[in-house]
Protein backbone atom coordinates (compact mmCIF):
# COMPACT_ATOMS: atom_id res chain seq x y z
CA UNK A 1 0.00 0.00 0.00
CA UNK A 2 1.85 2.96 -1.39
CA UNK A 3 0.88 6.88 -0.08
CA UNK A 4 0.24 8.94 -2.93
CA UNK A 5 0.68 13.10 -2.29
CA UNK A 6 -1.73 15.05 -3.88
CA UNK A 7 -0.17 18.66 -2.48
CA UNK A 8 -2.82 20.88 -1.39
CA UNK A 9 -5.44 17.85 -0.90
CA UNK A 10 -4.16 17.10 2.87
CA UNK A 11 -3.46 21.22 3.85
CA UNK A 12 -7.44 21.74 4.00
CA UNK A 13 -9.71 20.20 6.49
CA UNK A 14 -12.03 17.90 4.97
CA UNK A 15 -15.04 19.72 5.48
CA UNK A 16 -18.76 18.92 5.50
CA UNK A 17 -20.41 19.52 2.16
CA UNK A 18 -22.82 17.62 0.34
CA UNK A 19 -23.71 16.73 -3.23
CA UNK A 20 -26.30 15.11 -4.49
CA UNK A 21 -25.28 12.95 -7.88
CA UNK A 22 -27.16 11.36 -10.53
CA UNK A 23 -26.88 8.32 -10.72
CA UNK A 24 -24.27 6.50 -12.87
CA UNK A 25 -25.33 4.45 -15.73
CA UNK A 26 -22.20 2.17 -14.96
CA UNK A 27 -20.85 1.87 -11.60
CA UNK A 28 -17.55 -0.07 -9.87
CA UNK A 29 -18.25 -1.19 -6.59
CA UNK A 30 -15.35 -0.57 -4.20
CA UNK A 31 -15.60 -2.61 -0.53
CA UNK A 32 -13.62 -1.91 2.22
CA UNK A 33 -12.62 -5.26 4.47
CA UNK A 34 -11.25 -3.90 8.36
CA UNK A 35 -10.18 -7.01 10.44
CA UNK A 36 -8.35 -8.55 13.28
CA UNK A 37 -4.91 -9.99 12.01
CA UNK A 38 -5.16 -12.35 9.02
CA UNK A 39 -3.15 -15.57 9.86
CA UNK A 40 -2.54 -15.75 6.22
CA UNK A 41 -1.07 -12.88 5.77
CA UNK A 42 2.37 -11.88 6.75
CA UNK A 43 3.60 -8.83 9.52
CA UNK A 44 3.04 -5.33 7.61
CA UNK A 45 4.11 -1.82 7.75
CA UNK A 46 3.26 1.17 10.82
CA UNK A 47 0.25 2.50 10.40
CA UNK A 48 -0.50 5.78 9.85
CA UNK A 49 2.56 5.91 8.59
CA UNK A 50 4.03 8.39 10.70
CA UNK A 51 0.53 10.62 10.15
CA UNK A 52 -1.29 12.09 13.27
CA UNK A 53 -5.07 11.54 13.54
CA UNK A 54 -7.37 13.30 12.06
CA UNK A 55 -4.53 14.38 8.78
CA UNK A 56 -5.61 12.22 5.35
CA UNK A 57 -2.75 10.58 3.62
CA UNK A 58 -3.74 9.08 0.22
CA UNK A 59 -2.89 5.74 -1.88
CA UNK A 60 -3.51 3.13 -4.88
CA UNK A 61 -6.27 0.28 -4.13
CA UNK A 62 -6.72 -2.52 -4.61
CA UNK A 63 -3.02 -4.52 -4.97
CA UNK A 64 -1.64 -6.91 -3.27
CA UNK A 65 0.75 -5.04 -0.83
CA UNK A 66 -2.49 -4.67 0.95
CA UNK A 67 -2.55 -8.12 2.09
CA UNK A 68 -0.87 -8.06 5.14
CA UNK A 69 -1.39 -7.35 8.99
CA UNK A 70 -0.62 -3.31 9.61
CA UNK A 71 0.74 -2.10 12.85
CA UNK A 72 -0.95 0.40 14.80
CA UNK A 73 2.24 2.08 15.70
CA UNK A 74 0.24 5.12 16.53
CA UNK A 75 0.40 4.99 20.39
CA UNK A 76 -3.19 5.49 20.16
CA UNK A 77 -6.24 2.71 20.47
CA UNK A 78 -7.67 3.77 17.10
CA UNK A 79 -11.52 4.03 17.68
CA UNK A 80 -12.71 5.52 14.05
CA UNK A 81 -11.67 5.17 10.54
CA UNK A 82 -13.04 7.87 7.87
CA UNK A 83 -12.52 5.90 4.41
CA UNK A 84 -12.83 7.79 0.45
CA UNK A 85 -12.47 6.68 -2.79
CA UNK A 86 -12.01 9.53 -5.46
CA UNK A 87 -13.43 8.79 -8.73
CA UNK A 88 -12.31 11.90 -10.20
CA UNK A 89 -8.51 11.38 -9.91
CA UNK A 90 -8.45 7.77 -11.28
CA UNK A 91 -8.11 6.87 -14.90
CA UNK A 92 -11.25 4.08 -14.92
CA UNK A 93 -13.94 5.19 -17.78
CA UNK A 94 -16.97 4.19 -15.37
CA UNK A 95 -17.74 5.97 -12.10
CA UNK A 96 -16.51 4.82 -8.53
CA UNK A 97 -19.10 3.96 -5.26
CA UNK A 98 -18.89 2.07 -1.87
CA UNK A 99 -21.04 -0.95 -2.63
CA UNK A 100 -21.45 -4.16 -1.63
CA UNK A 101 -19.56 -6.77 -3.41
CA UNK A 102 -18.97 -9.77 -1.27
CA UNK A 103 -22.65 -10.41 -1.07
CA UNK A 104 -23.47 -10.12 2.67
CA UNK A 105 -26.12 -7.40 2.43
CA UNK A 106 -24.28 -4.50 3.27
CA UNK A 107 -21.31 -1.78 2.43
CA UNK A 108 -18.55 -2.28 4.29
CA UNK A 109 -17.22 -5.16 6.68
CA UNK A 110 -15.06 -5.49 10.12
CA UNK A 111 -15.14 -7.72 12.53
CA UNK A 112 -13.51 -4.91 14.38
CA UNK A 113 -16.12 -1.87 14.39
CA UNK A 114 -19.49 -2.55 14.72
CA UNK A 115 -20.90 1.09 13.19
CA UNK A 116 -20.84 1.86 9.14
CA UNK A 117 -21.98 4.75 7.76
CA UNK A 118 -22.39 5.18 3.94
CA UNK A 119 -22.04 9.06 2.56
CA UNK A 120 -22.25 8.95 -1.18
CA UNK A 121 -22.32 12.46 -1.82
CA UNK A 122 -19.42 13.66 0.36
CA UNK A 123 -17.06 16.03 -1.21
CA UNK A 124 -13.48 17.45 -0.64
CA UNK A 125 -11.98 20.50 -2.23
CA UNK A 126 -14.09 20.27 -5.04
CA UNK A 127 -13.83 16.94 -5.75
CA UNK A 128 -16.38 14.01 -5.36
CA UNK A 129 -14.97 11.96 -2.61
CA UNK A 130 -17.65 9.10 -1.34
CA UNK A 131 -16.99 8.40 2.27
CA UNK A 132 -17.36 6.01 4.59
CA UNK A 133 -17.05 5.67 8.53
CA UNK A 134 -16.43 2.35 10.65
CA UNK A 135 -17.07 3.30 14.53
CA UNK A 136 -18.08 1.45 17.45
CA UNK A 137 -14.68 -0.33 18.19
CA UNK A 138 -10.97 -0.03 18.74
CA UNK A 139 -7.50 -1.29 17.56
CA UNK A 140 -5.88 -0.81 20.48
CA UNK A 141 -2.50 0.61 20.06
CA UNK A 142 0.24 -1.87 19.48
CA UNK A 143 -2.10 -4.27 18.04
CA UNK A 144 -2.19 -5.56 13.88
CA UNK A 145 -5.14 -5.37 11.88
CA UNK A 146 -6.08 -5.55 8.47
CA UNK A 147 -7.41 -3.01 5.53
CA UNK A 148 -8.58 -4.49 2.57
CA UNK A 149 -10.33 -2.84 -0.81
CA UNK A 150 -12.27 -5.44 -2.93
CA UNK A 151 -14.17 -4.15 -5.90
CA UNK A 152 -16.46 -5.60 -8.46
CA UNK A 153 -14.90 -5.99 -11.25
CA UNK A 154 -11.84 -7.21 -9.37
CA UNK A 155 -9.43 -4.52 -10.01
CA UNK A 156 -6.63 -6.26 -8.73
CA UNK A 157 -3.32 -5.59 -10.73
CA UNK A 158 -2.09 -9.08 -12.62
CA UNK A 159 1.28 -8.17 -11.43
CA UNK A 160 2.01 -9.05 -7.97
CA UNK A 161 3.13 -5.11 -6.07
CA UNK A 162 1.61 -3.20 -9.20
CA UNK A 163 -0.72 -0.36 -7.91
CA UNK A 164 -4.40 -0.86 -8.69
CA UNK A 165 -5.98 1.75 -10.91
CA UNK A 166 -8.43 3.28 -7.66
CA UNK A 167 -7.19 6.42 -5.60
CA UNK A 168 -8.14 6.02 -2.26
CA UNK A 169 -7.65 8.09 1.11
CA UNK A 170 -8.44 7.33 4.65
CA UNK A 171 -8.32 9.10 7.59
CA UNK A 172 -8.24 7.77 11.48
CA UNK A 173 -8.99 9.15 14.93
CA UNK A 174 -7.94 7.88 18.41
CA UNK A 175 -7.42 8.42 22.24
CA UNK A 176 -4.71 7.74 24.54
CA UNK A 177 -4.75 4.53 25.96
CA UNK A 178 -6.35 3.55 29.61
CA UNK A 179 -3.54 3.36 31.92
CA UNK A 180 -3.51 0.40 34.66
CA UNK A 181 -4.32 2.26 37.94
CA UNK A 182 -1.79 1.09 41.02
CA UNK A 183 -3.11 -0.22 44.10
CA UNK A 184 -2.87 2.15 46.83
CA UNK A 185 -0.54 0.73 48.76
CA UNK A 186 1.83 0.84 45.77
CA UNK A 187 1.63 4.39 45.45
CA UNK A 188 3.12 5.55 48.76
CA UNK A 189 2.01 8.76 48.47
CA UNK A 190 4.02 9.53 45.39
CA UNK A 191 2.77 11.17 42.04
CA UNK A 192 2.11 9.26 39.68
CA UNK A 193 2.41 10.51 36.01
CA UNK A 194 1.91 8.60 32.80
CA UNK A 195 3.18 10.22 29.84
CA UNK A 196 2.54 9.61 26.69
CA UNK A 197 5.54 8.94 23.92
CA UNK A 198 5.01 9.10 20.07
CA UNK A 199 7.43 9.09 17.38
CA UNK A 200 6.83 9.28 13.59
CA UNK A 201 9.15 7.94 10.95
CA UNK A 202 8.60 9.97 7.68
CA UNK A 203 8.41 8.21 5.02
CA UNK A 204 8.92 9.69 1.45
CA UNK A 205 5.79 9.76 -0.97
CA UNK A 206 5.32 9.22 -4.49
CA UNK A 207 2.98 10.46 -7.44
CA UNK A 208 0.28 8.21 -8.48
CA UNK A 209 -0.50 10.54 -11.87
CA UNK A 210 1.35 13.45 -13.29
Known amino acids: ?29 VEPIVTTPNPSFPSGVDIPFGLPPGQL ?6 DTTGEQNFLNSTGLDINQFSLIVL ?20 IGFSNIFTTIN ?28 V ?5 QPDLRPSIPGDNGPLVVGGVY ?8 VP ?18 SRRKTTTKKA
Open 87 to 106: PDLDTLPDDVVWGDVNGDGQ
Open 57 to 62: TFWNAP
Open 173 to 180: FGSIPVAT
Open 118 to 145: VNPGFILQGLRAPRINLAGGVIPAGDRF
Open 183 to 200: EPSFVLGSAFTVSLGAWF
Open 1 to 29: MKNTNLGTLISGAVGGFFLSLAPATAAIL
Open 147 to 151: VQFIS
